[in-house]
């Protein structure tokens, strides 16, 4: 019986990420395959840190007030204009700082006789109080001077990293390619949602489930597809989805029954492994490549598909698109009734978090724990991970599955 971290890393082991060059209006969501180097300084000038008036210090002698005519304005986005001896000039927050004074600096329009807020420019304006040794000032590159990185290799573009891209003037970047995954559910049962149910069928939730986990990990795109309990019908499936897709994962058909035919159709492939993980539930795994695309094979069973998707897909679909960042985890008090931990394997709980406390409780999903109990999994929040023991542990560490 394989660990989970053996079986983890034969699945990252098939990672194969490829690199591409997309403008970088394009290519948010991506992690960055080589550095991005700043084309701007942040601030590109020296600018004003708040609104008020520049002003000669050597023009503040004394204890103040000190009342001073007004030579001009530099509103945001405007050229600086000079501000001779004994002047001073009203600025706005952004503005540039003429750079030909070296003891210029800028006083809060709190700390005059102005009133804040859009009035006209005065012939002259007394000054409060002045603090000379904080002159409100930005000094250009004082956050990321030219050349400097921005966002390292790994670096997810999202909206933060997006917003420092273009503030340095990146204007292309050396992206990781999103992987294109398939999902390949399995089973006459299975019937596609809401298409109509007969008989003993049942409503296929695997294939959104595991479609959506897919997406939210970062897939380029995803594509749906069944195949009956017949080893033709799946192992053309197979074919066609291995060929046209950076990932293939299939739910169901790993076990030893009669009809498990992704067992019956891969095990041939002499690079599929086969067996258990010393997990609760989804003991029953695959990894291993057909038609030169990664194929996991993860039970059939809704939670237990749920659980190992977190655990060996949304890895490997991180691992192809170079996304570096940890995954989020917290640590949580177990709430009264949580299931005990298993004598020889590790339980893999999905909980809902409550953070009303000093301390996020985790809730188990349903007070029965079963790997059919697809109903239950609502409003999930994180995988509990209860390593062998003998009783259950009154904190527990939950790998976040939402953000």
């Given at each position: 019986m394989r660990t989970i971290d053996e079986h983890l890393a034969e699945v990252l082991a098939l990672a194969t990420p490829r690199t591409q060059s997309l403008l970088l209006v394009d290519a948010t969501g991506h992690a960055l395959a080589s550095p991005a180097r700043a084309r701007f300084a942040v601030p590109p000038f020296d600018n004003a840190a708040m609104d008020g008036f520049a002003v000669r210090a050597s023009d503040l002698d004394g204890d103040g007030p000190w009342?001073?005519?007004?030579?001009?304005?530099?509103?945001?986005?405007?050229?600086?204009?000079d501000c001779p001896q004994g002047h001073v000039v009203r600025i706005m927050t952004g503005a540039p700082i003429p750079a030909s004074i070296d003891d210029l600096i800028v006083i809060p329009v709190e700390q005059t006789n102005i009133e804040r807020g859009p009035v006209e420019l005065p012939k002259q304006v007394t000054i409060n109080g002045a603090d000379t040794k904080r002159g409100h000032i930005r000094r250009a590159g004082s956050d990321t001077p030219v050349g400097a990185v921005?966002?390292?290799?790994?670096?997810?573009?999202?909206?933060?990293?997006l917003a420092a891209l273009v503030s340095t003037g990146v204007r292309e970047v050396e992206v990781y390619a999103l992987p294109r995954v398939a999902v390949i559910t399995t089973g006459d049962e299975l019937v596609s949602w809401p298409e109509p149910i007969t008989g003993a069928q049942i409503p296929n939730s695997n294939a959104p489930l595991l479609a959506q986990i897919a997406r939210d990990a970062g897939a380029a795109e995803v594509t749906e597809l069944h195949a009956s309990d017949g080893a033709e019908d799946f192992a053309r499936t197979l074919n066609q989805a291995a060929k046209t897709h950076d990932i293939v994962v299939t739910a169901g058909g790993v076990s030893a029954g009669a009809f498990d035919v992704v067992r019956h159709v891969a095990k041939h492939n002499g690079s599929m492994w086969f067996g258990h993980v010393a997990q609760r539930p989804g003991g029953p795994q695959g990894v291993g490549v057909s038609a030169g695309a990664p194929l996991v094979c993860l039970p059939g069973n809704p939670v237990a598909a749920f659980v190992s998707a977190h655990m060996y897909l949304v890895p490997l679909i991180r691992a192809f698109a170079g996304n570096t960042r940890p995954r989020p985890q917290v640590r949580a008090i177990t709430a009264e009734g949580f299931p005990q931990p298993h004598p020889k394997v590790t339980r893999l709980i999905p909980v809902r978090l409550d953070y009303s406390g000093a301390e996020p409780v985790a809730h188990a999903f349903s007070q029965h724990v079963g790997s059919h109990m697809v109903a239950s999994l609502t409003g999930i929040d994180g995988i509990a991970h209860l390593t062998p023991g003998d009783e259950t542990p009154k904190h527990v560490h939950v790998m976040l599955t939402t953000l």
């Amino acid at each position: 019986m394989r660990t989970i971290d053996e079986h983890l890393a034969e699945v990252l082991a098939l990672a194969t990420p490829r690199t591409q060059s997309l403008l970088l209006v394009d290519a948010t969501g991506h992690a960055l395959a080589s550095p991005a180097r700043a084309r701007f300084a942040v601030p590109p000038f020296d600018n004003a840190a708040m609104d008020g008036f520049a002003v000669r210090a050597s023009d503040l002698d004394g204890d103040g007030p000190w009342t001073l005519p007004v030579a001009g304005d530099i509103p945001a986005g405007a050229d600086p204009v000079d501000c001779p001896q004994g002047h001073v000039v009203r600025i706005m927050t952004g503005a540039p700082i003429p750079a030909s004074i070296d003891d210029l600096i800028v006083i809060p329009v709190e700390q005059t006789n102005i009133e804040r807020g859009p009035v006209e420019l005065p012939k002259q304006v007394t000054i409060n109080g002045a603090d000379t040794k904080r002159g409100h000032i930005r000094r250009a590159g004082s956050d990321t001077p030219v050349g400097a990185v921005v966002a390292d290799v790994g670096t997810v573009i999202d909206a933060p990293t997006l917003a420092a891209l273009v503030s340095t003037g990146v204007r292309e970047v050396e992206v990781y390619a999103l992987p294109r995954v398939a999902v390949i559910t399995t089973g006459d049962e299975l019937v596609s949602w809401p298409e109509p149910i007969t008989g003993a069928q049942i409503p296929n939730s695997n294939a959104p489930l595991l479609a959506q986990i897919a997406r939210d990990a970062g897939a380029a795109e995803v594509t749906e597809l069944h195949a009956s309990d017949g080893a033709e019908d799946f192992a053309r499936t197979l074919n066609q989805a291995a060929k046209t897709h950076d990932i293939v994962v299939t739910a169901g058909g790993v076990s030893a029954g009669a009809f498990d035919v992704v067992r019956h159709v891969a095990k041939h492939n002499g690079s599929m492994w086969f067996g258990h993980v010393a997990q609760r539930p989804g003991g029953p795994q695959g990894v291993g490549v057909s038609a030169g695309a990664p194929l996991v094979c993860l039970p059939g069973n809704p939670v237990a598909a749920f659980v190992s998707a977190h655990m060996y897909l949304v890895p490997l679909i991180r691992a192809f698109a170079g996304n570096t960042r940890p995954r989020p985890q917290v640590r949580a008090i177990t709430a009264e009734g949580f299931p005990q931990p298993h004598p020889k394997v590790t339980r893999l709980i999905p909980v809902r978090l409550d953070y009303s406390g000093a301390e996020p409780v985790a809730h188990a999903f349903s007070q029965h724990v079963g790997s059919h109990m697809v109903a239950s999994l609502t409003g999930i929040d994180g995988i509990a991970h209860l390593t062998p023991g003998d009783e259950t542990p009154k904190h527990v560490h939950v790998m976040l599955t939402t953000l």
